[in-house]
Structures are given as structure tokens and as C-alpha cells.
């Protein structure tokens, strides 16, 4: 079993800065890829940005030059560095880790940005 867990949401004004935490435990050592997943309400859940085992990453137009994905294997963590938030960033934001075929979420962590 996998256990996922975010943290690192809050309350932040427009053009401030969030440092998401994706941490995995468990049986993850063949981790495929971790993503890092919004919502916001009234809206279909959407890719942020995702990166593999062997580093490759992809971002989501609209967060690209502002966010960075990166992960600690040793903390077998993942972070999302969120810079220059807008309002429209406002979601709930999950994590997603894939181990073979197998798909885990965590319960999310809610990000709002204030205009």
C-alpha cells in the first residue's frame, strides 16, 4: 500500500510564492511518475506539472516560467515551487503517484490566492 500526503497550501496575495510537498510512503520504489494535479471549484481536475523517474518533465501552459517541479528521492518527495501566484491559481491541488500501473492520489491541499 502507498500513502500520499500534501501539504504546503495556504493563503498567499497575488504575486506570492507556495512551496507544495508531495511525500509518498510505503512500497514506492518503483515510482513511474509523480504529478501534481488542480482543481478549482466547478472545474474539471487538471494536469500542473509531472515529472518521471528519469527526469523528464512536462508543465501546463499556463504555470510554465512560474512553477517548478522537482523531488528529493532520498525524501521520497516531490515539490511544486509556486512563483508569481495568480488568482486563477486558486484550486485544490493534488498529487498523483504512479507505481506500475497503479494510480494513488492524496486528499489535496488547498491553495488560494488573494487579488
Known amino acids: 500500500q502507498v500513502q500520499v500526503v500534501e501539504s504546503g497550501g495556504g493563503l498567499v496575495q497575488a504575486g506570492g510564492s507556495l ?11 518503483s515510482i513511474n511518475l509523480v504529478g501534481w494535479y488542480r482543481q478549482a471549484p466547478g472545474k474539471q481536475r487538471e ?5 518521471s523517474s528519469v ?10 516560467g512560474r512553477f517548478t517541479i522537482s523531488r528529493d528521492n532520498a525524501k521520497s518527495t516531490v515539490y511544486l515551487q509556486m512563483n508569481s501566484l495568480k488568482p486563477e491559481d486558486t484550486a485544490v491541488y ?3 503517484v504512479v507505481i506500475m500501473r497503479a494510480v494513488y492520489w492524496g486528499q489535496g491541499t488547498q491553495v488560494t490566492v488573494s487579488s
Open 94 to 96: 493534488y498529487c498523483q
Open 55 to 64: 527526469g523528464s518533465i512536462n508543465y501546463a501552459d499556463s504555470v510554465k
Open 47 to 51: 494536469l500542473v506539472a509531472r515529472i
Open 19 to 29: 512551496r507544495l510537498s508531495c511525500a509518498a510512503s510505503g512500497s514506492i520504489s
